[in-house]
């Protein structure tokens, strides 16, 4: 065991025996971070939630991106970059040991063109308006999402079909505001929930049909906040939740009735000796969140596809041996540092945006196809290994060798990252740090070109060409015809805030990604837990939950 304080925030943090052999055998020291701090540096070089208009670098045409236009490098379409007149193997250069690495890292990363977005592009069907994503067909604006058709506005999704608003769910269809569920039918403002249909506003339910406004219920049908009604009481209450109104004020309602069940300490099933929450499928794994069948893993979020041996990783699939990697997936063999890496790669350092086939690369960005490089030069193999180990020794060192890529060489605003999700900063707290900060211009704001009926059977077809305002922060957002199709079909109606907000407030309705040491509220046995003691929530071990369902 091994505990040091944190060069960033102070805080003690311990390396386990476990962790120690991981560092070992990726041949890396101990991390100098603590957790939270590893993952707010990792995810502080991602922006995956904001999309911006630019032109394409070779084509000029105008195209869609991740990257902001204030970019320094080059951005090509993604049909222009995996073609074959793209080949960043030009940009390659010596290693220089005068310098510092990232020093030379940060010089070849200014120039390499990179793609506009992270999709696994060849296998996506009319699903443009969609970052971090892969083999979606008819999608527009979800993210980290992967096998899904008809759906918007949503994250975190796998397998899901003509749904709206969703957040880490699995496996819908027809369904509307769920967060942390699956295998949902025709079913709205759901949470922590499984195989439900026909229902709104439940939360921790299971097998329920017909049901509103309830809690912790099993294999029930026709209740209304967790008292049985008839089939006709409660289509008359289904049918006057057709109005904004009349949703916010169930909902308000609902948000209260709910803190009175007990909630379970941690979420997951199908799980062998983890600690985390929001776990499915998974063994062996060390303060996990949100992951589905990682073995052997430790600080790991967002395992999407099932993975093994992985540490300090952030939505990463089909993966095996990755230390302090980020968004890199299918089939992906023994990466160290590396961010945005994808389809078929093995034995990569500190590389970024290397796709298809790569492998036994180092310090290399925006390559396709290529073997034994360092800083996009290729070497024979015996050379590369030989000068790989010599720069190792470097930056030793220099002091970098170990760490992840520095803040200075995220050119992401801090606000606009993955990062700030988790954990917000203000403007002068991310300055500080070395971050870059994104100002959204108000004056391009525009005011609302229409009142929006508050019932959908009331409102036109022209909704689509009409500009809305946020509620809450007054950023403009559209009505897309599909969406609009979606809300006529469940008769709910047209939502008064944009996607950006409704996606905060779901994040905001979850907990932490932090266990806290506690006692079951019932038999005060010591349990580890995933809920702030200061939220006030009556937290239960699993036996006391199990026994205090209906």
Same mark, same amino acid.
């Given at each position: 065991?091994?505990?040091?304080?944190?060069?960033?925030? *102070?805080?003690?943090?311990?390396?386990?025996?476990?962790?120690?052999?991981?560092?070992?055998?990726?041949e890396v020291?101990?991390?100098?971070?603590?957790?939270?701090?590893?993952?707010?540096?990792?995810?502080?070089?991602?922006?995956?939630?904001?999309?911006?208009?630019?032109?394409?670098?070779?084509?000029?045409?105008?195209?869609?991106?991740?990257?902001?236009?204030?970019?320094?490098?080059?951005?090509?379409?993604?049909?222009?970059?995996?073609?074959?007149?793209?080949?960043?193997?030009?940009?390659?250069?010596?290693?220089?040991?005068?310098?510092?690495?990232?020093?030379?890292?940060?010089?070849?990363?200014q120039?390499?063109?990179?793609?506009?977005?992270f999709?696994?592009?060849?296998?996506?069907?009319?699903?443009?308006?969609?970052?971090?994503?892969?083999?979606?067909?008819?999608?527009?604006?979800?993210?980290?999402?992967?096998?899904?058709?008809?759906?918007?506005?949503?994250?975190?999704?796998?397998?899901?079909?003509?749904?709206v608003?969703?957040?880490?769910?699995?496996?819908?269809?027809?369904?509307?505001?769920?967060?942390?569920?699956?295998?949902?039918?025709?079913?709205?403002?759901?949470? @922590?929930?499984? *195989?439900?249909?026909?229902?709104?506003?439940?939360?921790?339910?299971?097998?329920?049909?017909?049901?509103?406004?309830?809690s912790?219920?099993?294999?029930?049908?026709?209740?209304?906040?967790?008292?049985?009604?008839?089939?006709?009481?409660?289509?008359? =209450?289904?049918?006057?939740?057709?109005?904004?109104?009349?949703?916010?004020?169930?909902?308000?309602?609902?948000?209260?009735?709910?803190?009175?069940?007990?909630?379970?300490?941690?979420?997951?099933?199908?799980?062998?000796?983890?600690?985390?929450?929001?776990?499915?499928?998974?063994?062996?794994?060390?303060?996990?969140?949100?992951?589905?069948?990682?073995?052997?893993?430790?600080?790991?979020?967002?395992?999407?596809?099932?993975?093994?041996?992985?540490?300090?990783?952030?939505?990463?699939?089909?993966?095996?041996?990755?230390?302090?990697?980020i968004d890199?997936?299918?089939?992906?063999?023994?990466?160290?540092?590396?961010?945005?890496?994808?389809?078929q790669?093995?034995?990569?350092?500190?590389?970024?945006?290397?796709?298809?086939?790569?492998?036994?690369?180092?310090?290399c960005?925006?390559?396709?196809?290529?073997?034994?490089?360092?800083? @996009?030069?290729?070497?024979?193999?015996?050379?590369?290994?030989?000068?790989?180990?010599?720069?190792?020794?470097?930056?030793?060192?220099? *002091?970098?060798?170990?760490?992840f890529?520095?803040?200075?060489?995220?050119?992401?605003?801090?606000?606009?990252?993955?990062?700030?999700?988790?954990?917000?900063?203000?403007?002068?707290?991310?300055?500080?740090?070395?971050?870059?900060?994104?100002?959204?211009?108000?004056?391009?704001?525009?005011?609302?070109?229409?009142?929006?009926?508050?019932?959908?059977?009331?409102?036109?077809?022209?909704?689509?060409?009409?500009?809305?305002?946020?509620?809450?922060?007054?950023?403009?957002?559209?009505?897309?015809?599909?969406?609009?199709?979606?809300?006529?079909?469940?008769?709910?109606?047209?939502?008064? @805030?944009?996607?950006?907000?409704?996606?905060?407030?779901?994040?905001?309705?979850r907990?932490?990604?932090?266990?806290?040491?506690?006692?079951?509220?019932?038999?005060?046995?010591? =349990?580890?837990?995933?809920?702030?003691?200061?939220?006030?929530?009556?937290?239960?071990?699993?036996?006391?939950?199990?026994?205090?369902?209906?």
């Amino acid at each position: 065991m091994k505990r040091s304080n944190c060069i960033e925030c *102070g805080e003690l943090f311990q390396s386990t025996e476990d962790h120690l052999r991981f560092y070992k055998l990726f041949e890396v020291s101990a991390p100098k971070r603590c957790p939270d701090c590893r993952q707010l540096l990792r995810t502080s070089h991602i922006n995956q939630l904001n999309l911006f208009k630019r032109e394409c670098a070779a084509t000029k045409k105008s195209i869609l991106s991740h990257f902001p236009p204030a970019s320094p490098y080059p951005v090509f379409s993604q049909e222009y970059w995996y073609g074959d007149a793209v080949d960043n193997i030009a940009f390659g250069r010596d290693f220089d040991f005068g310098r510092p690495f990232f020093e030379q890292f940060a010089e070849l990363s200014q120039v390499v063109p990179r793609p506009a977005l992270f999709t696994d592009y060849q296998t996506d069907e009319n699903s443009s308006y969609t970052n971090y994503s892969g083999r979606n067909k008819n999608c527009y604006l979800i993210f980290d999402a992967d096998d899904n058709w008809d759906c918007y506005y949503s994250y975190g999704i796998n397998s899901c079909k003509n749904s709206v608003d969703t957040y880490r769910c699995e496996n819908l269809e027809l369904c509307y505001q769920l967060t942390d569920s699956r295998k949902c039918y025709q079913s709205a403002f759901l949470e @922590n929930c499984e *195989g439900c249909i026909d229902s709104y506003f439940l939360s921790n339910c299971i097998s329920c049909k017909n049901c509103i406004g309830c809690s912790n219920l099993r294999q029930k049908e026709y209740h209304y906040f967790n008292k049985l009604i008839s089939k006709t009481e409660f289509e008359e =209450i289904r049918a006057s939740l057709t109005s904004l109104a009349s949703l916010k004020k169930l909902k308000n309602k609902f948000n209260t009735f709910k803190l009175s069940f007990p909630q379970k300490a941690l979420r997951g099933f199908k799980n062998e000796n983890v600690s985390g929450n929001y776990l499915t499928n998974c063994r062996d794994a060390n303060n996990c969140f949100d992951c589905r069948g990682l073995h052997s893993g430790s600080f790991c979020n967002q395992v999407f596809i099932a993975s093994k041996d992985c540490m300090d990783c952030q939505e990463i699939g089909e993966a095996e041996l990755l230390y302090e990697c980020i968004d890199s997936g299918y089939s992906e063999y023994n990466l160290r540092f590396c961010l945005n890496i994808l389809n078929q790669v093995s034995f990569l350092t500190y590389c970024d945006s290397c796709f298809t086939g790569c492998s036994h690369l180092f310090g290399c960005v925006g390559l396709k196809r290529k073997n034994f490089c360092i800083l @996009n030069k290729e070497y024979s193999e015996a050379d590369y290994h030989l000068l790989k180990d010599k720069i190792i020794s470097h930056m030793k060192a220099t *002091g970098e060798w170990g760490d992840f890529f520095p803040a200075k060489l995220s050119w992401i605003p801090y606000n606009l990252s993955t990062a700030s999700s988790f954990f917000p900063l203000t403007k002068e707290q991310a300055l500080e740090r070395g971050y870059t900060w994104h100002e959204a211009d108000k004056k391009d704001y525009l005011p609302q070109t229409a009142i929006v009926a508050d019932i959908i059977v009331c409102v036109p077809d022209s909704i689509t060409k009409e500009i809305l305002s946020c509620s809450s922060c007054k950023k403009n957002y559209r009505i897309v015809q599909q969406e609009l199709l979606f809300y006529r079909t469940l008769s709910l109606p047209i939502p008064d @805030n944009c996607w950006e907000c409704r996606h905060k407030e779901r994040i905001s309705s979850r907990s932490p990604r932090k266990i806290w040491d506690q006692e079951c509220n019932s038999c005060n046995i010591s =349990i580890q837990a995933a809920y702030d003691p200061a939220r006030g929530e009556k937290i239960f071990c699993d036996s006391c939950y199990l026994e205090s369902l209906d």
